[in-house]
Nanobody
Framework: QVQFVESGGGLVQPGGSLRLSCVVS????????VGWYRQAPGKQRDLVAR???????TYGDSVKGRFTISRDDAKNTVFLQMNSLKPEDTAVYYC???????????WGQGTQVTVSS
């Protein structure tokens, strides 16, 4: 079973930046799309950003212009660069294939991002 292991979260002040990493135990190209998703307390899990096998990028409306998704194919790693962070970005961030997001598949532990002064 392919695993997605997230890292890079932490506490940051509003306006700050963080870079999240997701190491995929198998080949990224075995999935149509891999993405970052987040879930705040009491809220549903939402799409943050995804990248398809062909390199097409999609972002959630609330992060457009601030977050950037990228990948290192040789290292089977997906990144999320987060700039101009806001308190409302506080959530647990998960990495997964997009099909699992749509169908309610299994999830890893995620990485906590807290934006607070």
């Amino acid at each position: 079973q392919v695993q997605f292991v997230e890292s890079g979260g932490g506490l940051v002040q509003p306006g700050g930046s963080l870079r999240l990493s997701c190491v995929v135990s198998g080949s990224i190209f075995s999935f149509y799309a891999v993405g970052w998703y987040r879930q705040a307390p009491g809220k549903q899990r939402d799409l943050v950003a995804r990248i398809t096998r062909g390199g097409t990028l999609t972002y959630g409306d609330s992060v457009k212009g601030r977050f950037t998704i990228s990948r290192d194919d040789a290292k089977n790693t997906v990144f999320l660069q987060m700039n101009s962070l806001k308190p409302e970005d506080t959530a647990v961030y998960y990495c997964n294939d997009h099909y699992s997001f749509l169908t309610g598949g299994s999830w890893g532990q995620g990485t906590q991002v807290t934006v607070s002064s």
